[in-house]
């Protein structure tokens, strides 16, 4: 066999086989896509309803507040809506950011029909509304969602003897003024009114200091819980405050005890 009919066999060969091949990997591939779509799975999408620029809590949604956009099913939140009728009329219990899904656990119970501070208490609470001023409001450092504790200074006894008491301890601002967030620029605000959220027996303690005395505010950390117990300040125990310890009084000096001889009697003299 020629040079040339020996190479025209190995191409012919070669050919062949790159056919096979061919094959082989088409068969391959396709039963590959059969098996698994090309992005069929990132493909999927589900409709959510989303807010449509950013929503404070306590608002009361209305259709033009909202948009639906499609959510690929693997981020699409469990408990979110796909129509904005099924979330019309109702009330944020938190705020809500652009573009942001709305789901169920930050909307209020369906019961609660009016936005503003109603839809801010939890159950079993109250809201309660006490004068203050830019002293008691740490001159507009105390903000919506902040913690703070609730003194009183007020005169008690047939004396009017001046005390000053811890009536109330991490106690959560709902409002101030007429503020229901925290304002985003970081400026101070010193508020006439500030909404508190109390206990019905709470509301009653608050409304007999705030009748009998002057109200005062302390700021807390969020994170601080611990329970504070207190005797009460008046102005015996506040003067004594930060008073230095009393010098020692010198020891007496110990007696001492001399027998006199006299001749032939004595005598004992202490001196």
């Known amino acids: 066999m020629s040079k040339s009919s020996r190479a025209m066999v190995q191409i012919s060969v070669a050919l062949v086989l790159a056919l096979a091949a061919g094959v082989v990997m088409f068969r391959w591939t396709s039963a590959v896509k059969r098996q698994h779509p090309a992005g069929q799975a990132s493909a999927r999408t589900a409709p959510v309803v989303v807010a449509k620029a950013d929503i404070p809590l306590g608002t009361k949604l209305t259709a033009g507040m909202l948009l639906v956009r499609p959510f690929t099913t693997d981020s699409r939140p469990p408990d979110a809506f796909a129509e904005v009728a099924a979330v019309e009329g109702r009330v944020l219990n938190v705020a809500v950011g652009v573009n942001e899904a709305v789901t169920a656990r930050k909307l209020a119970d ?13 159950p079993g609470k109250r809201a309660m509304a006490v004068k203050g001023n830019a002293v008691m409001g740490l001159a507009g450092f105390v903000r919506p969602g902040d913690r703070v504790d609730v003194l009183v200074s007020l005169t008690v006894g047939k004396e009017d003897k001046p005390v000053a008491k811890l009536v109330l301890e991490r106690v959560k601002v709902l409002a101030t003024g007429s503020e229901l967030t925290p304002n985003g620029e970081g400026k101070t605000a010193p508020v006439d009114v500030y909404t508190l959220e109390l206990t019905p027996e709470e509301s009653e303690r608050l409304a007999l200091a705030a009748t009998r005395g002057t109200l005062h505010f302390a700021l807390r950390n969020e994170q601080d819980a611990e329970t504070v117990l207190t005797t009460g300040a008046t102005v015996p125990s ?13 020891a007496p000096r110990p007696k001492v005890t001399v027998e006199v001889i006299t001749g032939g009697s004595s005598q004992q003299m202490t001196f």
């Open 110 to 122: 369906k019961s609660v029909m009016g936005g503003g501070v109603s839809a801010l208490i939890e």
């Open 238 to 250: 506040a003067l004594a405050a930060l008073k230095p310890k009393p010098k020692p009084r010198p």
